[in-house]
Each structure stands twice: as structure tokens, then as C-alpha cells.
């Protein structure tokens, strides 16, 4: 009856990502449109001993909560959810969508109430995971209203989903591995190394790695992932940089995004389309203007653009740098609300120079 | 889209029986199948100013945990619910079925197992609830299960359930509060009064109800309610009784249950169907064989035999009674992990006399 791929995917979110343990209390989040894979996941993390938690939530709840909730309540800390951060082991989040314009005409002030609210919740996350005290993962399963945003049928977005999970290996956690073992060589050998030259038909782009560490992204936080990345010395990026892939924020496309920086700061940008909002992003705060992150996708499983981030910046054969807030564990400092990753292509005339040595050619490593 | 009598019964549990207020902490509780219900009802408790928490369950993991859990895993407290049950103000529960028999060839024991780890919450939530700190209502989502259960169509089923729960009047809670004023002045001249004897086709039955409690049970607790009960003096009862409908206890149903009682306890006992469960259930325990409750149900909305004990005890004309536990705020002091609800018709030909003074009549009060 069950997608036997679910049985796989929860496997490898428990065994691989997040190495449930017997008596570990592990919280299982989802929309009921993914219940076959809750159900696969809840029984998957009984049979490795934990505990779980169900956290089933429902699309129009939510909307209806974001909508007509007043002050006290879109700010309103469930004591028990906020007990799960402070004390349990294990987050494994089931994303979906029942429809990826369905929040199109909240007010996005609204959002943001309930997101500063809730930091607390993401920080003790982030911070408990920092501490190696908490695992988490998320990721994604695969429905109607996600395939069509895809341009895609259900049968095919499926087959894309759990292909860039590398469900469809007969040992994907071993797959997973593998990839892990190859980014690992890459971020050793980037150790110590100071600057980084993107050369091509859509970059001519410096900056500086000196201090800073490439984080191996192997599938442990995202399903899928296969990234390295890290935050580039804030001042250090010069040049110029096209995204050919459509940037999504707010459930607007914004496309053909080009940026000038110099000594690190955003000089000139413009979108084809939907510049305002590019604009509007790029003036939230200071450190919107500043890359917060560097990273090179390497998921040959992902080979298309499908409007979702979690994908996206994974494609392999392309880069991606993200304006705003940076991750701590890279060594950056850039503090800003906004995270906003744009995608660029590797695979076509391009080279990444690192101190002077070819690191990568058309989407390839070649050290 | 949604069924409009939804949002009927979600003001009747928000404002009449949970009478929830702004800032107080709601948990609704169900499984998937009832999500139309608990969108309902979210709905509402937002409207009130109430914090909602979900709690959704599904039948199917449910059954998985029974089945596959440890024993470190089904004796687990979530930590989360038990902050629930020690500091939230309001529980709200739909319940529901996919399945009526889904759990039949479960290991009782295990179920046991499962109840006696969480029996902390059920004593919290209704010791809080005595002390008035604490309010819970539960309520049933009629599915095709239920329906098929019931020998009904899912549209008959649905239209027997809000029925019951007076939904089809125009104001619903008008009906409760009417039925409420009703039951209460039976119980206020039920107050003092001492022997109870019931005479007809299906019984032949005293008891005492000296120093007992009369509970007005109107719809604050149960949705749909309608009865009036107490707790016999443990050992004043005498004579027999038949119990025309049957007894659901497990899944399966016990079927023509005559009980004979000597001193309030119960001498003989046979069932025409499934005798063996009905012997088992009354060796049970020491209290088993001793009425810890005696009803009478007052909803002439719910007009037929189900095989829900919901709506089965509370159907107008008919009194019923349980062996085993007593509710400690009718007075009564008999303890057993029993409690087994028994129906029986006094519609034709039975009466009920309190004091010598004729009280009741073929399924009428006639004070």
C-alpha cells in the first residue's frame, strides 16, 4: 500500500541524518497532507527505540492562525513546544505544500510577528545543535501542488524528489556517504587557502576564505543536501555576478538578478523581473548587502530548477551566494534578517581559481 | 465547502462547555479523520481569544506504537503532554474511529501497559478539573466506520450525531441550557431522599442513594450529554435487572446480560452472548461486582442503539448502570479498574419509585 520509497527516506532520516538512539525524544513535524510519510518516520523511530512526538499541523489552520489570530495570540509561546526545544533530542521536519500561493495575501507583517516570537524556538535549536546536545533534519515530500510549481506531474516530481535523496540507490545512506567522503577531501584541501576566483559567462568574482571554514553539507541537516559552503570575509568580495536561476522569495519569482560588489558591499543590482523586491531586500539593513554565504552544489541527482530552495541550490554544477545573514560555524560575521540564496551556473566555460590554482571547471572539481 | 453544522457544534464546545477566555492555553486533541472538526474548532477557540496546541493523532501510528513499541516506549511520558495536562486550562477532544475493529487483535495487556504509564494525565486532568481549574469536553466526528458500526449511511449516521447534540436546533445551546434547568430540578428533589426501586419487564431492583451526590450531567463534559447519575450505596443493592441493548467492552459485543445482586454484590450473572467476557470483566477485581453507578439517560435526540456508549447511555427512556468504579463526586467509594456501562429500556410497562413516591414512568420523570 505504502510508497516503499518512504520506507527508505525514513531510514535514512533516522539511521543516517539524525541517528536516533534508544530513549531519545524525537519530535516529528509535518502538515497531515504528508501523513504517509509521518507514518513512515513515527514507525522508522520506534524501531530504533526513540520516543516520538507528533507535531501534525495543518495548512489552513495555519492560515487561518497567520489571518484572524489578534496580538496576544500570533505571539503566544506554546509552553509545550517550548519545552520540546529546551529538552528533546531529535527534530526531523516533514515540509510540504498544499498549494504554494496559498499564503500569498497574508500580510507578510503578520509573518514576521510570529517568526520574532518564535526565535526563541529556532536559536535553542540552532544553538543546542551548535553544542552537538540536538540533531536535526528537514525535508520535503513531494505533492500535487509542489509538482505543478515544478511544471511537473505528481509520477515525475516524485521520481525528482527521491532521486535527489538518492532513494532510488539500492543503499542511499551509503550514497550519502560516499558524497560526504568526496566534500570532505574538497573542504580539507580548501583549509587554510585565501582567495577564491569565479571566472565565466555569468561571473568575474573575487573573495577572501582567509579564516574561514567550509562546512561539508552531506545530508544531515537537509534531505536532500550535497553542498559545501562557508561566509566569505565581508569586505573581501569584488566583481560582478548574473543568477540565471529565478530567486523565490515570497512566492515571487525574481530572475536575471546581476550584482556588482565592491569591497564586499552590493554596488548595483538589478532583476529583470520583480526588481522592486530585489531592491526592497537589499535595503532591509546594513548586512543585506553583504554575502553572507559562498557555497558549491553538488547533487547531480538534482538536475533541474524546480522553484524550491531546498533543491535549488543544491543543483550540481552550480554556485550560489546567499546576501545577508551568515552562519556562525563558517566563521562569518554578517548579521541581517535576510538569507536570500541565488543560484548561479558553473557548467559552461566557467572555472573557480583557489590561490591561483584551478579548484573547478564547467561544474566539475579537478584537484 | 465545510459542513456548516461544524461550526455549530465547535461554538457549542468553545462557549458552552469549555466556555473558553482570552489568554487561556486550549489543547484540541484528534485523530486525522476529524481534521474538517478540528479545523472547526481551532477556529473558534481563536475567535474566543483562546491559545490552541494540537494535539493530532492518527488511528494507524497509534496501532503501530501498540503493536511494535518496547516496553521503555510504551511507558514513556511525553514530557510535552504532561506540562500540558499540569498547567493547560482547557481539553477538547473529537473522537473518532476509521476503523471500529482496527484494534481488535491488539494484546490488551499492552494497551494496559500503555494506560496505567499515562494514568498521571487522566487523574491530573480530572482532579484539576474538580478543583475548577481545569475544563474538558469530548465529543465524537461521525466517519463511515461509525456510521457502518451504527448500521447506518454515513448522511444518516452524521444526522443521528448532531442530532443528539441538538445542532439541527437553531440555537443549540439554548436546547442544553433547557435540558440543563430540566435535569437540574430532578436532582434537586432527588436531594435527601434515600431508596430507589425500579419495577418492570427488565428489572426488579432497590438500591439506596442515602448521602449520595445526583450529577447533572448536561453537555460540559460529554457532547451530546443527557443524564442524570449517581453512585448506589455499595452494598444496598438487591434484586435483578436485564440489560436489553448490548455491551460493547474490547470490540466485542455482550449481549443479553441478566445480573442478579445480594447485598450489592453481583450473585449471578449470564449474558447470551459472549458470557465468557462478561464473567472475566466481573472477576476482574473486588469491585468489580458492585454498582459504582446508577443513570438515567434524558436525550431523546439519540433515539437508537449505536454501539457507542457516547450516545448509547444517555438515550431518553432508558436507565443504565456500571459495575465497577465510582465517580468520587456522586459520593460513591467503589474503586475497580471496572467501569462497565449497562442500558436498560424503561420505556413500557417500568417504572421508577424513590421513597414510595412514583418518580419516573415508561421513560418519562413524573415529578
Known amino acids: 500500500m505504502t510508497d516503499p520509497r518512504l520506507d527508505k527516506l525514513a531510514n535514512v ?25 509521518l507514518r513512515a518516520v513515527y514507525r522508522e523511530v520506534l524501531k530504533y527505540g526513540g520516543n516520538p512526538t507528533l507535531f501534525i499541523s495543518d495548512e489552513w489552520m495555519a492560515r487561518t492562525f497567520l489571518r484572524e489570530a489578534n496580538d496576544d ?15 528533546a533530542d531529535i527534530y526531523i521536519r ?60 505528481l509520477e515525475e516530481y516524485e521520481a525528482f524528489v527521491y532521486g535527489s535523496m538518492f532513494i532510488d540507490h539500492d543503499d542511499p545512506a551509503a550514497k550519502w556517504r560516499e558524497l560526504s567522503a568526496m566534500q570532505q577531501l574538497k573542504v580539507d584541501w580548501l583549509k587554510g587557502k585565501k582567495q577564491v576566483r569565479l571566472q565565466g559567462p555569468n ?35 569584488n566583481g560582478w555576478v548574473r543568477f540565471d536561476y529565478p530567486s523565490i522569495v515570497a512566492g515571487r519569482a525574481v530572475s536575471g538578478i546581476e550584482l556588482k560588489f565592491e569591497q564586499g558591499k552590493v554596488v548595483y543590482a538589478h532583476a529583470e523581473s520583480n526588481d522592486d523586491l530585489l531592491q526592497a531586500q537589499l535595503n532591509t539593513d546594513a548586512g543585506a548587502r553583504y554575502l553572507g554565504e559562498f557555497a558549491i552544489g553538488t547533487n547531480f541527482g538534482i538536475n533541474r530548477f524546480t522553484g524550491n530552495i531546498l533543491f535549488d541550490e543544491k543543483i550540481g554544477g552550480t554556485v550560489h551566494m546567499a546576501v545577508g545573514m551568515g552562519y556562525p560555524e563558517t566563521g562569518s560575521h554578517n548579521k541581517s534578517a535576510v538569507h536570500w540564496d541565488m543560484i ?24
Open 13 to 37: 532520516l533516522v539511521d543516517y541524518a539524525c541517528a536516533v538512539k534508544p530513549g531519545m525524544w524525537v519530535g516529528i513535524l509535518g502538515d497531515v497532507a504528508t501523513l504517509p510519510a
Open 73 to 87: 495570540q500570533l505571539t503566544w509561546l506554546d509552553p509545550s513546544q517550548s519545552l520540546y526545544y529546551e529538552k
Open 94 to 153: 516533514i515540509g510540504s505544500s498544499n498549494n504554494t500561493r496559498a499564503m500569498t495575501n497574508i500580510d507578510p507583517q503578520r509573518v514576521q510577528k510570529v517568526n520574532a516570537a518564535r526565535r526563541p524556538w529556532l536559536d535553542q535549536r540552532l544553538m543546542r545543535s551548535a553544542n552537538l546536545d540536538f540533531e536535526w533534519v528537514g525535508t520535503w515530500y513531494p505533492t500535487e501542488s509542489s509538482a505543478q510549481e515544478a511544471n511537473m506531474s
Open 203 to 237: 561571473a568575474e568574482l573575487e573573495l577572501s576564505i582567509e579564516g574561514r571554514t567550509f562546512v561539508n553539507s552531506d545530508g544531515h541537516k537537509n534531505m536532500p543536501s550535497g553542498e559545501i559552503f562557508t561566509g566569505p570575509v565581508e569586505d573581501s568580495v
Open 344 to 367: 548561479c551556473d558553473m557548467r559552461n566555460d566557467s572555472t573557480i581559481h583557489v590561490d591561483g590554482e584551478l579548484f573547478y571547471k564547467n561544474g566539475q572539481f579537478v584537484v
